[in-house]
């Protein structure tokens, strides 16, 4: 059976990821990305969750606190101040949710520049065979931009150094959300 764009997403992180890594969530939201990335890198790894809602931080540590998970450090701020907030040297991976925070106001959407300028930083300091995974969702005002931006700088990315993945269901209508996933390649020796 094929896997839908989210639960894809989770897989190939629980592919990449080990216990012990510090991940990042760079869209909190609800959390549920969040969640998932804590109890993947279990209580010796650690998370970052980013999100510039004061709803979606206090949702996300509702979900946290529900489950019972203590390894996540939340950051209201956007989420390409990565490097002011995390002194981690190596990160095992990230995910990036973009769009709005369902049932909320669809006004506050993932912008290109930052969510580019994530995406890059995090780049530096990815392990290799790590993962940077994002589902674009892209139906609402700005989300065709968004997605245009995000997959002409994935898919220039030097292939010697990453590889870049499209996942998508062909035939769906209405602006289906669809996966972007980047790994970092093992430098050859020159
Ligand atoms: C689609 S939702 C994320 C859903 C979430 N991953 C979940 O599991 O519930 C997108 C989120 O991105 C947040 N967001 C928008 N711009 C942001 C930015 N520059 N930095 C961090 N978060 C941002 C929004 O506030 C919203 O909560």
Redesign the pocket.
């Known amino acids: 059976m094929l896997l839908n764009v989210l639960t894809c997403a989770h897989a190939l992180l629980k592919e990449s990821l080990k216990e012990g890594d510090t991940a990042i969530?760079?869209?909190?939201?609800?959390?549920?990305?969040?969640l998932f990335l804590s109890q993947t890198v279990g209580p010796s790894g650690k998370v970052y969750g980013?999100?510039?809602?004061e709803q979606?931080i206090q949702n996300t540590k509702a979900t946290l606190y529900e489950n019972d998970c203590h390894n996540v450090t939340l950051i209201q701020?956007?989420?390409?101040k990565i490097h002011s907030n995390i002194k981690e040297e190596i990160f095992g991976g990230a995910?990036f949710?973009?769009?709005?925070?369902?049932k909320?106001d669809k006004s506050?959407?993932?912008?290109a520049p930052?969510?580019i300028a994530?995406v890059e930083a995090i780049l530096k300091k990815l392990k290799t065979n790590g993962l940077i995974v994002l589902v674009i969702?892209y139906g609402h005002p700005g989300g065709g931009e968004e997605k245009e931006a995000v997959l002409s700088y994935a898919s220039q990315l030097n292939q010697k150094e990453y590889q870049v993945l499209r996942y998508q269901f062909i035939n769906q209508q209405n602006q289906a959300p669809f996966l972007i996933a980047i790994e970092k390649k093992k430098r050859s020796a020159s």
Do not use: M, R, W
């Not at 969530?25 to 969040?34: K, P």
């Not at 980013?50 to 809602?53: A, G, K």
């Not at 949710?97 to 369902?102: F, I, R, W």
């Open positions: 969530d760079a869209t909190c939201g609800n959390g549920y990305d969040t980013f999100d510039i809602q979606a701020d956007s989420h390409e995910i949710n973009l769009g709005y925070l369902p909320s506050i959407v993932t912008k930052s969510t994530s969702y």
